[in-house]
């Protein structure tokens, strides 16, 4: 049986939200613990109704809103290499330009657009310096009855990521349509689309294509919960497993007292198999949680539990069964906030054909503090993040990161 599964829910990010939105966080708080290879599993974000959209959307006042961000970064351990660490210190110059045509809410055609290069410089890895490229397209129709929306959206990004191990460069192309119709006044009806697809353009590792599909329904049964079934179907292409067959029967559930307590959670039966496996259909938990909660207008708490499914990017015919517990506290003062969050990820791999030798399971754990302040007119914004993080495993590391940064939005 496939251990506990656990797709995305992340607090701290309603995805498609933030990536059209203003200037996004610097230094990302519970969202710097999510690895590129894992990212490509949230593919499955067409029916995601967050409960936690960014703060970033505050800043947008209509039309084009721009601005620019620059961070400066230490990282002990940029190889992330268990024996002969290398120090590192990056500068990241990142200007971006928004565009939305009903920033106040309520057009029955809607069009959103974000694009945001990121300039890199390396202190002592000159030959990394470059130029990533981001930017989607959100189109949204909103009828009395009936909202259908439709993006894309593609982040090229140079970064150290765990599971594979050290530096990688690489790319994640994300786009699906989803939509939604109100049977009654208290019954909803949902289907969407995605598909999200990751390259890797350095080092002999291998991307993966997921790809997901949905129908779900919702009812009112009171003014704070939303309850329903759901059924997904996701299919999962890699050149290093081959393709992997998903289907799970779901119950999800939504509650929202007033301001105070949100709540998203799903949680059913999965049936899974792999093309490189003789096991056929094999059954196991599927599910997902988030969770916001505001103690007073001074002190918030969020936390998550995250299960990931990936082809592993360096290893063939392994699977990446990743579960990630994320908290964080956040206390509010006049013009700042202070953050402090923990975080631990298992990350079980699981082989799906012949494999040339064992490959060990991996821990991971992190730890961060986050300054944030306004520092004029609600326009420049300061942030500061010290980080450090242990893995053990295959391979052992441990590593700190220090970063500060300022953006502007005009």
């Known amino acids: 049986m496939p251990p506990l599964r656990l797709p995305s829910a992340t607090p ?13 966080f610097l230094t990302s708080g519970l969202a710097s613990g999510q690895d590129f ?3 490509v599993s949230d593919g499955n974000r067409a029916l995601t109704q967050t409960f936690f959209p960014s703060p970033a959307l505050a800043n ?3 039309g084009f809103d721009f601005g620019v961000g620059a961070l400066l970064t230490y990282d002990s351990n940029f190889f992330l290499s268990e024996d002969y660490t290398v120090s590192e210190l990056t500068a990241d110059v990142n200007p971006w330009i928004t565009y939305r045509t009903d920033p106040e809410g309520g057009a029955e055609f809607s069009f959103e657009g974000r694009y945001a290069p990121s300039f890199l410089a390396y202190l002592n890895n000159e030959d990394l310096n470059g130029i990533n490229h981001s930017g989607g397209v959100l189109f949204k129709y909103a ?7 439709v993006y ?9 990521d765990r599971l594979v191990g050290g530096f990688i460069e690489g790319s994640i192309l994300g786009y699906g349509i989803s939509g939604s119709y109100q ?5 909803a009806l949902l289907a969407g689309w995605s598909a999200s697809q990751s390259d890797y353009s350095s080092g002999a590792r291998s991307g993966s294509d997921i790809y997901t599909s949905e129908v779900a329904g919702l009812w009112d049964a009171t003014e704070r919960l939303r309850i329903g079934p759901s059924i997904t179907y996701t299919m999962t292409e890699s050149d290093s497993t081959g393709e992997r067959d998903a289907v799970a029967l779901l119950v999800k559930t939504r509650y929202q007292f007033g301001e105070r307590i949100l709540l998203d959670a799903a949680g059913g039966l999965e049936y899974s198999k792999n093309s490189r496996s003789n096991e056929g259909w094999e059954p196991g938990f599927t599910g997902r949680l988030a969770a916001d909660y505001m103690l007073s207008h001074l002190w918030t708490f969020r936390a998550g539990v995250r299960y990931s499914t990936v082809p592993s990017p360096n290893n063939l015919n392994y699977l990446v069964n ?5 908290s964080a506290i956040v206390r509010n003062f006049e013009r700042s906030s202070l953050e402090l969050g923990v975080g631990v990820s298992f990350s079980d791999y699981e082989a799906v054909g012949v494999v040339v030798g064992n490959r060990e399971d991996d821990e991971f754990m992190n730890a961060y503090l986050t300054y944030r302040r306004n520092l004029y007119s609600d326009r420049v914004n300061f942030e500061s993040t010290v980080k450090c993080a242990t893995n053990t495993g295959q391979k052992d590391w441990s590593q700190w990161q220090i970063t ?3 953006s502007v939005d005009y």
Do not use: N
């Open 60 to 62: 947008l006042k209509g």
């Open 37 to 39: 290879s894992l990212r």
């Open 143 to 149: 009828a009395t009855r009936t909202t259908i929306q």
């Open 322 to 326: 990743d579960l990630s517990f994320t």
């Open 12 to 24: 701290l990010r309603g995805f498609v939200a933030a990536a059209f939105a203003g200037a996004p």
């Open 404 to 406: 500060t940064g300022i």
């Open 183 to 187: 049977l009654g006044p208290r019954t």
């Open 152 to 160: 894309a959206d593609y982040d090229e990004v140079s970064m150290a």
